[in-house]
Protein backbone atom coordinates (compact mmCIF):
# COMPACT_ATOMS: atom_id res chain seq x y z
CA UNK A 1 0.00 0.00 0.00
CA UNK A 2 1.43 3.58 -1.10
CA UNK A 3 1.71 6.07 1.57
CA UNK A 4 -0.62 9.21 0.79
CA UNK A 5 -0.05 11.35 3.79
CA UNK A 6 1.00 14.65 2.97
CA UNK A 7 -0.82 15.92 0.05
CA UNK A 8 -2.22 19.43 -0.14
CA UNK A 9 -6.15 19.53 0.40
CA UNK A 10 -7.14 21.53 -3.17
CA UNK A 11 -10.60 23.51 -2.39
CA UNK A 12 -13.31 21.32 -2.81
CA UNK A 13 -16.08 22.38 -5.69
CA UNK A 14 -19.22 21.92 -6.88
CA UNK A 15 -20.43 17.38 -7.49
CA UNK A 16 -22.34 15.98 -9.73
CA UNK A 17 -25.68 14.83 -7.66
CA UNK A 18 -28.94 13.58 -9.17
CA UNK A 19 -31.62 12.96 -6.40
CA UNK A 20 -34.83 13.84 -6.25
CA UNK A 21 -36.29 17.16 -4.00
CA UNK A 22 -39.23 18.94 -3.36
CA UNK A 23 -39.57 22.20 -3.92
CA UNK A 24 -42.39 24.28 -1.47
CA UNK A 25 -43.26 27.41 -2.72
CA UNK A 26 -45.84 30.06 -0.70
CA UNK A 27 -48.26 31.85 -3.48
CA UNK A 28 -48.00 35.11 -2.15
CA UNK A 29 -52.13 35.89 -3.15
CA UNK A 30 -53.65 33.64 -0.68
CA UNK A 31 -50.35 32.54 0.56
CA UNK A 32 -51.51 28.59 -0.09
CA UNK A 33 -48.51 25.98 -0.32
CA UNK A 34 -47.52 24.07 -3.39
CA UNK A 35 -45.10 21.79 -3.81
CA UNK A 36 -43.04 20.68 -6.83
CA UNK A 37 -40.68 17.29 -7.52
CA UNK A 38 -37.45 18.09 -9.45
CA UNK A 39 -34.13 16.64 -9.84
CA UNK A 40 -30.71 17.58 -8.90
CA UNK A 41 -27.93 18.11 -10.88
CA UNK A 42 -25.27 19.05 -8.60
CA UNK A 43 -24.22 20.50 -5.11
CA UNK A 44 -21.86 22.12 -2.83
CA UNK A 45 -22.06 23.57 0.58
CA UNK A 46 -23.37 27.11 -1.00
CA UNK A 47 -26.36 26.26 -2.93
CA UNK A 48 -27.80 23.74 -5.66
CA UNK A 49 -28.39 23.33 -9.10
CA UNK A 50 -31.35 21.65 -9.77
CA UNK A 51 -33.44 20.66 -13.43
CA UNK A 52 -37.24 21.80 -13.06
CA UNK A 53 -39.75 21.87 -16.31
CA UNK A 54 -41.56 25.05 -15.26
CA UNK A 55 -39.57 28.46 -14.41
CA UNK A 56 -38.70 30.17 -11.31
CA UNK A 57 -38.37 33.81 -10.94
CA UNK A 58 -34.95 35.07 -9.90
CA UNK A 59 -34.67 36.17 -6.52
CA UNK A 60 -37.61 34.45 -5.45
CA UNK A 61 -37.07 32.02 -2.45
CA UNK A 62 -38.69 28.68 -1.57
CA UNK A 63 -37.94 25.91 0.85
CA UNK A 64 -36.29 22.71 -0.46
CA UNK A 65 -36.18 19.09 0.99
CA UNK A 66 -34.05 15.93 -0.01
CA UNK A 67 -31.96 13.60 1.28
CA UNK A 68 -28.28 13.01 0.60
CA UNK A 69 -26.60 9.50 -0.86
CA UNK A 70 -26.04 6.89 2.45
CA UNK A 71 -27.61 9.26 5.22
CA UNK A 72 -30.80 9.07 6.72
CA UNK A 73 -31.78 12.49 7.80
CA UNK A 74 -33.93 14.52 5.58
CA UNK A 75 -32.27 18.08 4.78
CA UNK A 76 -34.57 20.97 4.82
CA UNK A 77 -33.73 24.27 3.93
CA UNK A 78 -34.58 27.56 2.26
CA UNK A 79 -32.96 28.77 -0.97
CA UNK A 80 -33.04 31.75 -3.25
CA UNK A 81 -33.04 31.28 -7.32
CA UNK A 82 -29.75 32.96 -8.48
CA UNK A 83 -29.73 31.82 -12.03
CA UNK A 84 -31.99 30.26 -14.78
CA UNK A 85 -30.79 28.87 -18.06
CA UNK A 86 -32.63 26.66 -20.67
CA UNK A 87 -31.65 22.87 -20.60
CA UNK A 88 -29.55 21.36 -23.71
CA UNK A 89 -33.26 19.98 -24.99
CA UNK A 90 -34.84 23.28 -24.94
CA UNK A 91 -37.89 21.59 -22.89
CA UNK A 92 -36.39 22.20 -19.15
CA UNK A 93 -34.47 24.88 -16.99
CA UNK A 94 -31.65 24.30 -15.09
CA UNK A 95 -32.48 26.52 -12.10
CA UNK A 96 -29.43 27.53 -9.72
CA UNK A 97 -30.02 28.84 -6.10
CA UNK A 98 -27.85 29.05 -2.78
CA UNK A 99 -28.89 28.28 0.45
CA UNK A 100 -29.99 30.75 2.63
CA UNK A 101 -30.35 29.56 5.95
CA UNK A 102 -28.89 25.85 5.99
CA UNK A 103 -28.32 24.29 9.05
CA UNK A 104 -25.04 24.08 10.55
CA UNK A 105 -25.33 20.08 10.72
CA UNK A 106 -26.56 19.52 7.12
CA UNK A 107 -23.87 21.89 6.14
CA UNK A 108 -20.96 19.50 7.73
CA UNK A 109 -23.05 16.19 6.36
CA UNK A 110 -22.63 17.70 2.50
CA UNK A 111 -19.20 18.83 3.09
CA UNK A 112 -18.52 15.22 4.27
CA UNK A 113 -19.86 13.82 1.26
CA UNK A 114 -18.06 16.45 -0.76
CA UNK A 115 -14.87 15.49 0.92
CA UNK A 116 -15.09 11.82 0.54
CA UNK A 117 -16.11 12.29 -3.60
CA UNK A 118 -13.01 14.39 -3.72
CA UNK A 119 -10.95 13.09 -6.82
CA UNK A 120 -8.83 16.13 -6.68
CA UNK A 121 -7.01 14.35 -3.44
CA UNK A 122 -6.76 11.02 -5.88
CA UNK A 123 -5.14 12.86 -8.46
CA UNK A 124 -2.87 14.73 -6.41
CA UNK A 125 -1.46 11.51 -4.58
CA UNK A 126 -1.02 9.91 -8.65
CA UNK A 127 0.59 13.04 -9.66
CA UNK A 128 3.10 12.81 -5.92
CA UNK A 129 3.80 8.94 -6.71
CA UNK A 130 4.28 9.80 -10.45
CA UNK A 131 1.77 6.84 -11.80
CA UNK A 132 1.70 6.90 -15.39
CA UNK A 133 -1.95 5.20 -15.03
CA UNK A 134 -5.32 5.50 -12.05
CA UNK A 135 -7.82 3.09 -12.10
CA UNK A 136 -11.20 3.58 -10.23
CA UNK A 137 -13.00 0.66 -9.36
CA UNK A 138 -15.66 -0.35 -7.54
CA UNK A 139 -15.19 -2.42 -4.65
CA UNK A 140 -11.75 -1.29 -4.72
CA UNK A 141 -9.36 1.71 -3.18
CA UNK A 142 -7.99 3.50 -5.94
CA UNK A 143 -5.21 1.69 -7.94
CA UNK A 144 -2.01 3.36 -9.87
CA UNK A 145 0.35 2.34 -12.05
CA UNK A 146 3.94 3.69 -11.06
CA UNK A 147 7.14 2.42 -13.86
CA UNK A 148 4.86 -0.42 -15.00
CA UNK A 149 3.64 -1.94 -11.72
CA UNK A 150 0.03 -1.99 -10.33
CA UNK A 151 -0.14 -0.19 -6.46
CA UNK A 152 -3.14 -0.13 -4.02
CA UNK A 153 -3.44 3.19 -2.80
CA UNK A 154 -3.68 3.62 1.17
CA UNK A 155 -7.46 5.18 0.51
CA UNK A 156 -10.88 3.38 1.54
CA UNK A 157 -12.46 1.66 -1.15
CA UNK A 158 -14.82 2.84 -3.78
CA UNK A 159 -17.94 1.97 -4.26
CA UNK A 160 -19.88 2.31 -7.54
CA UNK A 161 -21.98 5.09 -6.49
CA UNK A 162 -18.81 7.41 -5.47
CA UNK A 163 -17.66 6.48 -8.82
CA UNK A 164 -20.09 7.60 -10.33
CA UNK A 165 -20.10 11.18 -8.22
CA UNK A 166 -16.50 11.90 -8.65
CA UNK A 167 -16.52 11.39 -12.71
CA UNK A 168 -19.39 13.44 -13.48
CA UNK A 169 -18.33 15.85 -11.47
CA UNK A 170 -15.62 15.96 -14.08
CA UNK A 171 -18.04 15.74 -17.23
CA UNK A 172 -20.14 18.25 -18.20
CA UNK A 173 -23.58 17.95 -19.40
CA UNK A 174 -23.11 16.87 -23.29
CA UNK A 175 -20.52 13.93 -22.14
CA UNK A 176 -22.62 12.78 -19.45
CA UNK A 177 -25.46 12.18 -21.89
CA UNK A 178 -22.92 10.91 -24.53
CA UNK A 179 -21.73 8.09 -22.26
CA UNK A 180 -25.32 7.40 -21.08
CA UNK A 181 -25.88 6.67 -24.69
CA UNK A 182 -22.61 4.83 -25.40
CA UNK A 183 -21.22 3.57 -22.52
CA UNK A 184 -18.03 4.46 -22.81
CA UNK A 185 -16.10 8.44 -23.39
CA UNK A 186 -12.33 10.08 -23.60
CA UNK A 187 -11.71 13.39 -22.70
CA UNK A 188 -9.42 15.02 -20.94
CA UNK A 189 -8.97 17.26 -18.10
CA UNK A 190 -6.35 20.12 -16.83
CA UNK A 191 -5.78 19.49 -13.43
CA UNK A 192 -3.51 22.39 -12.92
CA UNK A 193 -0.77 24.41 -15.54
CA UNK A 194 1.81 21.37 -15.41
CA UNK A 195 -0.95 18.20 -14.92
CA UNK A 196 -3.43 17.08 -17.43
CA UNK A 197 -5.35 14.02 -17.46
CA UNK A 198 -6.56 12.37 -20.01
CA UNK A 199 -9.52 10.26 -19.06
CA UNK A 200 -11.61 6.77 -20.32
CA UNK A 201 -14.92 5.93 -18.54
CA UNK A 202 -16.44 2.48 -19.23
CA UNK A 203 -18.91 0.63 -17.96
CA UNK A 204 -18.04 -2.92 -16.28
CA UNK A 205 -20.45 -5.28 -15.13
CA UNK A 206 -23.33 -2.94 -14.91
CA UNK A 207 -20.66 -0.18 -13.01
CA UNK A 208 -19.40 2.76 -14.07
CA UNK A 209 -15.76 2.80 -13.97
CA UNK A 210 -12.84 5.15 -15.00
CA UNK A 211 -9.04 5.20 -15.81
CA UNK A 212 -7.26 8.53 -16.04
CA UNK A 213 -3.93 8.05 -17.50
CA UNK A 214 -1.00 11.30 -15.97
CA UNK A 215 0.31 13.53 -18.70
CA UNK A 216 2.64 16.27 -18.10
CA UNK A 217 1.69 19.27 -19.46
CA UNK A 218 5.06 20.48 -20.37
CA UNK A 219 6.15 19.02 -23.97
CA UNK A 220 9.49 16.61 -23.77
CA UNK A 221 11.95 17.44 -26.68
CA UNK A 222 13.20 14.31 -28.77
CA UNK A 223 16.72 14.78 -26.80
CA UNK A 224 14.46 14.83 -23.26
CA UNK A 225 13.02 11.44 -24.41
CA UNK A 226 16.35 9.46 -25.77
CA UNK A 227 15.04 9.23 -29.28
CA UNK A 228 17.13 8.13 -32.02
CA UNK A 229 18.42 11.41 -34.66
CA UNK A 230 16.63 9.68 -37.51
CA UNK A 231 13.62 11.09 -35.60
CA UNK A 232 14.70 14.73 -36.24
CA UNK A 233 14.80 13.90 -40.18
CA UNK A 234 11.21 12.76 -40.22
CA UNK A 235 9.78 15.52 -38.55
CA UNK A 236 11.60 17.33 -41.75
CA UNK A 237 10.00 15.36 -44.61
CA UNK A 238 7.55 17.33 -46.52
CA UNK A 239 4.99 14.89 -47.27
CA UNK A 240 4.11 10.78 -47.07
CA UNK A 241 3.40 9.11 -43.66
CA UNK A 242 5.19 8.34 -40.69
CA UNK A 243 3.95 5.63 -38.49
CA UNK A 244 5.01 5.79 -35.09
CA UNK A 245 3.65 2.06 -33.55
CA UNK A 246 4.53 0.06 -30.02
CA UNK A 247 2.24 -1.30 -27.34
CA UNK A 248 0.09 0.53 -25.12
CA UNK A 249 1.38 2.67 -22.39
CA UNK A 250 4.58 2.83 -24.17
CA UNK A 251 4.83 6.88 -25.25
CA UNK A 252 3.75 7.22 -28.57
CA UNK A 253 1.88 9.90 -27.75
CA UNK A 254 4.76 12.07 -26.65
CA UNK A 255 6.98 11.47 -29.15
CA UNK A 256 4.45 12.62 -31.88
CA UNK A 257 4.00 15.55 -29.40
CA UNK A 258 7.73 15.87 -29.30
CA UNK A 259 7.70 15.82 -33.04
CA UNK A 260 4.87 18.53 -33.52
CA UNK A 261 6.94 20.43 -31.35
CA UNK A 262 10.15 20.39 -33.37
CA UNK A 263 8.28 20.89 -36.05
CA UNK A 264 6.40 23.98 -34.82
CA UNK A 265 10.14 25.54 -33.31
CA UNK A 266 11.96 25.00 -37.34
CA UNK A 267 9.16 26.24 -39.70
CA UNK A 268 6.47 27.49 -40.62
CA UNK A 269 3.58 25.33 -41.24
CA UNK A 270 -0.31 24.43 -40.61
CA UNK A 271 -0.18 21.19 -38.05
CA UNK A 272 -3.72 19.93 -37.26
CA UNK A 273 -3.99 17.29 -34.77
CA UNK A 274 -6.79 14.59 -34.71
CA UNK A 275 -7.09 12.93 -31.34
CA UNK A 276 -9.82 10.70 -29.33
CA UNK A 277 -8.81 13.29 -26.15
CA UNK A 278 -6.67 16.09 -26.48
CA UNK A 279 -3.54 15.31 -24.35
CA UNK A 280 -1.10 17.78 -25.14
CA UNK A 281 -1.54 21.27 -25.51
CA UNK A 282 0.32 23.38 -27.99
CA UNK A 283 1.07 27.22 -28.79
CA UNK A 284 1.79 28.65 -31.69
CA UNK A 285 5.64 29.69 -32.23
CA UNK A 286 6.18 29.00 -35.68
CA UNK A 287 3.24 27.16 -37.06
CA UNK A 288 -0.05 27.22 -36.72
CA UNK A 289 -1.53 24.24 -34.70
CA UNK A 290 -5.07 23.45 -34.56
CA UNK A 291 -6.00 20.14 -32.00
CA UNK A 292 -9.20 18.73 -32.89
CA UNK A 293 -10.78 16.35 -30.37
CA UNK A 294 -12.65 13.23 -31.76
CA UNK A 295 -16.38 13.53 -30.54
CA UNK A 296 -16.31 17.22 -29.31
CA UNK A 297 -14.96 19.31 -32.60
CA UNK A 298 -15.39 16.76 -34.94
CA UNK A 299 -17.84 13.24 -35.54
CA UNK A 300 -14.34 10.83 -36.50
CA UNK A 301 -10.81 10.51 -37.59
CA UNK A 302 -12.01 10.04 -41.00
CA UNK A 303 -14.15 12.76 -40.78
CA UNK A 304 -11.60 15.33 -39.74
CA UNK A 305 -8.82 14.41 -42.25
CA UNK A 306 -11.30 14.64 -45.16
CA UNK A 307 -12.18 18.47 -43.62
CA UNK A 308 -8.09 18.67 -43.34
CA UNK A 309 -7.72 19.04 -46.50
CA UNK A 310 -10.08 22.35 -46.68
CA UNK A 311 -7.69 23.62 -44.02
CA UNK A 312 -4.48 24.61 -45.73
CA UNK A 313 -2.28 22.15 -43.57
CA UNK A 314 0.99 21.21 -44.25
CA UNK A 315 0.95 18.49 -41.50
CA UNK A 316 -1.84 15.98 -40.19
CA UNK A 317 -1.28 13.96 -36.91
CA UNK A 318 -3.79 11.07 -36.31
CA UNK A 319 -3.69 9.70 -32.83
CA UNK A 320 -5.68 6.34 -33.94
CA UNK A 321 -5.18 4.70 -36.62
CA UNK A 322 -8.36 1.95 -35.86
CA UNK A 323 -10.63 1.99 -38.61
CA UNK A 324 -10.67 1.05 -42.30
CA UNK A 325 -12.46 4.34 -43.25
CA UNK A 326 -9.80 6.29 -40.98
CA UNK A 327 -6.60 4.02 -42.55
CA UNK A 328 -7.96 5.01 -46.23
CA UNK A 329 -7.84 8.42 -45.96
CA UNK A 330 -4.54 8.24 -44.14
CA UNK A 331 -3.11 6.94 -47.04
CA UNK A 332 -4.58 9.30 -49.21
CA UNK A 333 -3.52 12.65 -47.40
CA UNK A 334 -0.34 11.19 -47.32
CA UNK A 335 -0.19 10.33 -51.15
CA UNK A 336 -1.62 13.56 -51.70
CA UNK A 337 1.40 15.91 -50.54
CA UNK A 338 0.50 16.11 -46.93
CA UNK A 339 2.71 14.74 -44.20
CA UNK A 340 0.79 12.49 -42.03
CA UNK A 341 2.33 11.46 -38.55
CA UNK A 342 0.09 8.83 -37.61
CA UNK A 343 -0.01 6.28 -34.13
CA UNK A 344 -0.88 2.55 -34.70
CA UNK A 345 -0.88 0.09 -31.48
CA UNK A 346 1.30 -2.92 -32.63
CA UNK A 347 4.26 -4.80 -30.90
CA UNK A 348 6.36 -4.04 -33.60
CA UNK A 349 6.72 -2.34 -37.25
CA UNK A 350 5.73 -5.53 -39.38
CA UNK A 351 2.58 -6.49 -37.24
CA UNK A 352 1.66 -2.61 -37.69
CA UNK A 353 2.04 -3.07 -41.51
CA UNK A 354 0.52 -6.41 -41.49
CA UNK A 355 -2.48 -4.66 -39.77
CA UNK A 356 -3.45 -2.05 -41.23
CA UNK A 357 -3.56 -4.10 -44.40
CA UNK A 358 -5.59 -6.37 -42.60
CA UNK A 359 -8.21 -3.66 -41.59
CA UNK A 360 -9.07 -4.01 -45.39
CA UNK A 361 -11.25 -7.19 -47.21
CA UNK A 362 -8.46 -9.69 -48.68
CA UNK A 363 -9.09 -9.00 -52.20
CA UNK A 364 -7.52 -5.21 -51.48
CA UNK A 365 -4.31 -6.10 -49.47
CA UNK A 366 -2.39 -5.70 -52.45
CA UNK A 367 -3.46 -2.40 -53.42
CA UNK A 368 -3.41 -0.84 -50.13
CA UNK A 369 0.00 -2.33 -49.53
CA UNK A 370 1.02 -0.69 -52.90
CA UNK A 371 -0.41 2.25 -51.62
CA UNK A 372 1.52 1.99 -48.82
CA UNK A 373 5.10 1.27 -50.46
CA UNK A 374 4.40 4.41 -52.05
CA UNK A 375 3.98 6.98 -49.41
CA UNK A 376 5.68 5.13 -46.10
CA UNK A 377 8.53 7.22 -45.10
CA UNK A 378 9.53 5.82 -42.06
CA UNK A 379 8.71 4.09 -39.30
CA UNK A 380 9.52 4.14 -35.13
CA UNK A 381 8.71 1.15 -32.67
CA UNK A 382 9.03 2.11 -28.75
CA UNK A 383 8.47 0.18 -25.73
CA UNK A 384 9.35 1.55 -22.18
CA UNK A 385 11.85 -0.95 -20.04
CA UNK A 386 12.13 -0.29 -16.77
CA UNK A 387 15.61 1.74 -15.21
CA UNK A 388 18.44 -0.42 -13.24
CA UNK A 389 17.72 1.10 -10.13
CA UNK A 390 13.44 0.51 -10.95
CA UNK A 391 13.14 4.52 -10.57
CA UNK A 392 12.07 5.05 -14.07
CA UNK A 393 11.64 4.14 -17.24
CA UNK A 394 13.70 4.50 -20.48
CA UNK A 395 12.43 4.32 -24.05
CA UNK A 396 13.66 1.34 -26.66
CA UNK A 397 13.35 1.99 -29.87
CA UNK A 398 13.19 0.54 -33.49
CA UNK A 399 13.45 2.63 -36.42
CA UNK A 400 12.30 1.60 -40.27
CA UNK A 401 13.45 4.14 -43.37
CA UNK A 402 11.48 3.60 -46.11
CA UNK A 403 14.22 2.79 -48.58
CA UNK A 404 13.72 1.49 -52.29
CA UNK A 405 14.77 -2.25 -50.38
CA UNK A 406 11.60 -1.41 -48.04
CA UNK A 407 9.12 -0.23 -50.81
CA UNK A 408 9.88 -3.10 -52.76
CA UNK A 409 9.08 -5.74 -50.12
CA UNK A 410 5.83 -3.86 -48.95
CA UNK A 411 4.53 -3.82 -52.24
CA UNK A 412 5.70 -7.49 -53.33
CA UNK A 413 3.80 -8.46 -49.21
CA UNK A 414 7.38 -10.16 -48.57
CA UNK A 415 6.88 -8.10 -44.78
CA UNK A 416 9.14 -10.51 -43.16
CA UNK A 417 12.07 -9.35 -44.94
CA UNK A 418 12.10 -5.99 -43.02
CA UNK A 419 13.27 -7.34 -40.30
CA UNK A 420 16.54 -8.02 -42.24
CA UNK A 421 16.60 -5.09 -44.17
CA UNK A 422 16.30 -2.72 -40.37
CA UNK A 423 19.01 -5.39 -39.46
CA UNK A 424 21.62 -4.39 -42.19
CA UNK A 425 20.41 -0.67 -42.73
CA UNK A 426 22.81 1.20 -40.33
CA UNK A 427 23.41 3.45 -43.36
CA UNK A 428 20.03 4.64 -43.51
CA UNK A 429 20.20 5.13 -40.28
CA UNK A 430 17.85 2.05 -39.33
CA UNK A 431 18.31 -0.32 -36.02
CA UNK A 432 16.24 -3.03 -34.50
CA UNK A 433 14.39 -3.45 -31.07
CA UNK A 434 17.21 -5.73 -29.94
CA UNK A 435 19.70 -3.65 -30.96
CA UNK A 436 18.37 -0.95 -29.49
CA UNK A 437 17.63 -2.79 -26.30
CA UNK A 438 21.10 -4.38 -26.12
CA UNK A 439 23.19 -0.92 -26.60
CA UNK A 440 20.83 0.20 -22.98
CA UNK A 441 22.13 -3.14 -20.96
CA UNK A 442 25.90 -2.52 -21.96
CA UNK A 443 25.44 0.83 -20.67
CA UNK A 444 23.84 -0.16 -17.53
CA UNK A 445 20.81 1.56 -18.02
CA UNK A 446 18.64 -1.33 -17.45
CA UNK A 447 18.62 -5.00 -16.31
CA UNK A 448 16.44 -6.62 -19.54
CA UNK A 449 18.99 -8.50 -21.31
CA UNK A 450 18.59 -9.22 -25.14
CA UNK A 451 21.56 -11.01 -26.33
Not at 152 to 171: C, E, G, H, R
Not at 220 to 236: A, G, I, N, Q
Not at 398 to 403: I, R, S
Request: hydrophobic share 40%.
Amino acid sequence: MLNTAGTQRRKIGRIFLKIPMTCETINAIDNSYRTKNVISRDINTEGILFRSDEIFPLNSQMNITFKLPVKKNIISTPIKIIRVEVDEEGNNFYIGAVFTQLDENDRIDISQLLERIDINKILEVAIKNKASDLHLTAGSPPIIRVFGELEVLNLPALDASDITLMIYSLMGKQRIKEFELTKDVDFGIQYDLENRFRVNVHQQRGFLEATLRWIKANILSLEDLKLPEVVKDFTRIKDGLVLITGPAGSGKTTTMAAMVELINQEKKAVIIILERAIEYLHSNVKSIIKQREVGVDTNSFAAAIKSCFRQDPNVIVVGELGDVETIKTVLYASAAGYMVIASCPAPNIIQAIDMLANAFPAENRKQVLSQMATCLKGAICQTLLPLKDKKGRILATEVLVANEAVRTVIRNDELVQISEIIQTGATYKMHSMTHSMHNLYQQGLTDVYTP
